[in-house]
């Protein structure tokens, strides 16, 4: 992997340890503007914190991250460790939606929607629900502003979690498993409007477990394994032709149980998967 | 029969409400001075320094293992000895301070486990700082789970300031005392008194339970 001077995201050597565990044994990587990038792999395999290394959810001992005008060195030693302030900054540029959606219960879906953009960002109350009436609207949520995040479905929840993220107006989205705690007939609604995200170009990296999805919307396929990127490639090439056993054995896993899933169901996951399955070898 | 039994009453009516005022008061002092101690250590309980959480633990378990009077007592009579002599109104009000604090305190700790990683996390991806994030989003959480049993322990504050009695605050249950050594009828005069308990603990679980009817709606 050469130096790229124009990448978006750039990550070199990052390690991620939890006591003796070493999650991330060195991952670099680099992310371009409009790239949509689907992460598979087994759990354990380091993706999901590999994701929250990126935002610094998750503080990395070693390796560098480069965004924007940020240039960090995570090294114990380093005069270039983020501070507080720079996570501030950092992380108000890069979305990031969860598995379990983490709306605020105590407020509407608007309040929700504004808090940032009004607290972090400084934007004026107006400006701010104008913006986040227009972003409820594009949902189909915007009847709902007025109520609390309990009285939504799961998947309304979850889309109401993308728009709060979207509110800032990040450069990046990261999505973290973002449809598995979803019942299987609300996955449908949350993929397509991820889906039409990457139709408007913008950047993301997306942990997955829909395999189908990951090959019908990125641009980009990475393959975790035991803490190392062990395949990057255009999806129709990493997910169709994979080079190792391992991806080999784990699409096999995981598209069994896609299919058996959504036996019942229509979601965007099962013709994605059918059509892989169609053309194994 | 009724008005011979209200004459018997009417001298003592303006100073039945002088004591529940000083009820009041001492209620209102101690629950904060319990508030303050409570906060610094369910902070000192989480806190990053061990010396912190072991004086916090140390804190909680000597005032939830010794009878509150006997702590009342060491406030009152206790510290004179080391040149710090209080009132009994500022002594009693540290001394229940003091001991409600260890209550509070556990109560704040249980309220902030309970409030699930996610919450934190997505402030965090926000850019949200720490003190931002308390503010806006955990405390407020953290008050309406807390309220119930904080409602519990303000009720049972107001009933212990009953003990200050012992280190002559005039309050309550010490001018009743006084109005039966001269009158020679306690059943009356007691139960007056448990009555007039039994309404300002009514109107604190009352306001309590407006104020979580306010909060349910989004919990």
Redesign the interface.
Known sequence: MTADRDALIRIRGLHKSYGPIEVLKGISLDVHQGEVVSIIGASGSGKSTFLRCL?V?EMPQAGRLRFEGFDFDFDENSRHRPT?AD??????????V?Q?Y???????VLENVI??PI???GQPLREATANAEALLARIGLVDKRHS?P?RLSGGQQQRV?IV??LA?APKVMLFDEVTSALDPELVGEVLSLVASLAEDGMTMLLVTHEIGFAREVSTRTLFFDQGLVAEDGPPREVLQDPRSDRLRQFLKRVLHTDVRRDAGHAVDGSAGAQAIEGSAP | MIATWWEGFEPYVAGFLDASVVVLVLSICSILVSWIFGLLAALGKVSRFRLLRWLSDFYIWFIRGTPTLIQIFIVYFGLPQFGLRLSPFVAGVIALGFNGGAYVAEIIRSGLSAIPRGQTESAEALGMGRSLLMRRIILPQVFRIILPPLTNEAISMLKNTSLLSVITVVELTLYSQTIIATTFRPFEFYIATALIYLVMTSVISQIAAYLERKFARSL
């Open positions: 935002n959810l507080a996570l501030r900054l950092l992380r108000a540029r890069i979305g990031m969860f379990s983490n709306l605020w219960p105590h407020m509407t808090e940032a607290r972090v960002a609390y309990t979690a709060r993220a800032m």
